[in-house]
C-alpha cells in the first residue's frame, strides 16, 4: 500500500531556515499536503501543491516537489519560535490522503 | 464558521464501557473521516465515509463502529472499550473527492482505564 515517510525531529534556531522532507510512493498521487499541528490542537492545513507543479510559495513556505523521486520538501524562512510543531506531509490519490509519521519541529530562541 | 467539531474533548472510562464520539461539521462536505493519533505511530484511519448512509473501513476499524445517518454528522462507537483504545481521537472532513484536503476537529481525548 501506499506509505509515507517523514524523519521524526528536527531543531533549528530561530531566524535560521528550515527545511522538512518527505517521500511518499503513490506514483498516482495528485495533491500532496503540508498540515501543522500544535499542543493539544488538530491538524491545520498548512499548504498544499498540485502534482504537475515543481514549487509553491506562499509568504515564509515553499514546497518543492521532485515527482521523479517522490520527495517532497518544505521549507520555512525565517524560522519563529512559533513555528514549534508537529508538521505531517500527507498525499492524495484515489484512497484517502496517507499521512506520514510527522516531524516534529523545534525552533531554538 | 465551526468547521469540524468534536465532542466530548475528553473523556475517561472503564475497561468494558461503551461510548459514542460524536463530529459534526458545518461546510457540507460529503467525505468524514475518523483517526486515531498515538505516540510515534502519526495518524491511523479507523474508519471513513463518503456520503451520508455510507461507511468503509480504514488502516484500524476493529473494535470501532460507525454510523453516518446525517450528513453532517459522523459517529464513532466503541462498543467495550479496552485500554489499547486509550488515544487521540480525530475527526475531519473534506470535499466530494479522497485527495481533497481534509479539515480536522481539535481532538477527543480518550483514557481507558
Known amino acids: 500500500g501506499e506509505d509515507v515517510e517523514q524523519s521524526l525531529f528536527l531543531s533549528v534556531r530561530e531566524g535560521d531556515s528550515s527545511v522538512i522532507n518527505c517521500t511518499y510512493t503513490?506514483?498516482?498521487?495528485?495533491?500532496l499536503y503540508w498540515y501543522k499541528q500544535e499542543p493539544g490542537a488538530g491538524l491545520q492545513l498548512l499548504t498544499y501543491?498540485?502534482?504537475?507543479?515543481d514549487m509553491k510559495q506562499d509568504q515564509r513556505l515553499t514546497v518543492l516537489l521532485n515527482k521523479k523521486d517522490k520527495h517532497l520538501s518544505l521549507r520555512i524562512a525565517d524560522t519563529q519560535t512559533g513555528d514549534s510543531a508537529i508538521y505531517f506531509c500527507?498525499?492524495?490519490?484515489?484512497?484517502?490522503?496517507?499521512f506520514g509519521k510527522g516531524t516534529r519541529l523545534s525552533v531554538i530562541a | 464558521n465551526a468547521g469540524v467539531t468534536q465532542t466530548p474533548k475528553f473523556r475517561v472510562l472503564k475497561t468494558g464501557q461503551s461510548m459514542t464520539l460524536l463530529c459534526a461539521q458545518d461546510?457540507?462536505?460529503?467525505?468524514m473521516y475518523w483517526y486515531r493519533q498515538d505516540p510515534g505511530m502519526g495518524l491511523r484511519l479507523i474508519h471513513y465515509?463518503?456520503?451520508?448512509?455510507?461507511?468503509a473501513k480504514g488502516e484500524v476499524p476493529d473494535g470501532y463502529n460507525v454510523s453516518r445517518l446525517k450528513k453532517q454528522n459522523f459517529l464513532l462507537g466503541l462498543e467495550s472499550a479496552a485500554p489499547s483504545q486509550t488515544s487521540v481521537y480525530f475527526c475531519?472532513?473534506?470535499?466530494?473527492?479522497?485527495?481533497?484536503?481534509?479539515?480536522f476537529g481539535d481532538g477527543t481525548r480518550l483514557s481507558i482505564l
Open positions: 461546510m457540507n462536505h460529503e467525505y
Open positions: 503513490d506514483s498516482s498521487s495528485t495533491y
Open positions: 475531519a472532513s473534506s470535499y466530494w473527492r479522497t485527495n481533497q484536503p481534509q479539515h
Open positions: 501543491i498540485f502534482s504537475n507543479m
Open positions: 465515509s463518503v456520503g451520508e448512509g455510507t461507511t
Open positions: 500527507a498525499e492524495g490519490g484515489n484512497t484517502p490522503l496517507v
